[in-house]
């Protein structure tokens, strides 16, 4: 069976944003900032690692789950590669909005 131009696009994603990390990793500051107030303030930070590890994760995980649980169907759900989507403009957005800020 023909694998779906939404899988391929997914897998593209998996690869882009794993990609997009290690590119992006020595430039990330030692500490992400995880919260802040509403002055604007950091409240809290983690150390870089953890946090890049967690999102490449969430990523892949979400991904790789969403193409096992819809392999043999001709389309994925709208819902489920939209999501897929959102996941990785979030973190992509996240990943450069601290890289330039911080």
């Known amino acids: 069976m023909k694998k779906p131009t939404q899988l391929k696009i997914m897998y593209a994603m998996m690869v882009g944003f ?25 409240n809290y930070t983690l150390p870089k690692l953890p946090v890049v590890i967690g999102m490449v ?14 392999r043999n169907e ?10 897929s989507i959102i996941i990785f403009g979030v973190f992509t957005v996240i990943l450069l909005i601290t890289l330039v800020r911080f």
Do not use: C
């Not at 994760?57 to 819809?70: C, D, P, T």
């Open 57 to 70: 994760l969430a990523n892949l995980g979400y991904n790789v789950f969403s193409a096992r649980m819809h």
């Open 74 to 83: 001709e389309k994925i759900p709208w819902r489920d590669f939209m999501t």
């Open 18 to 42: 794993v990609a997009l990390v290690v590119f992006l990793y020595p430039n990330l500051p030692a500490q992400l900032p995880m919260q802040w107030g509403l002055d604007g303030k950091v």
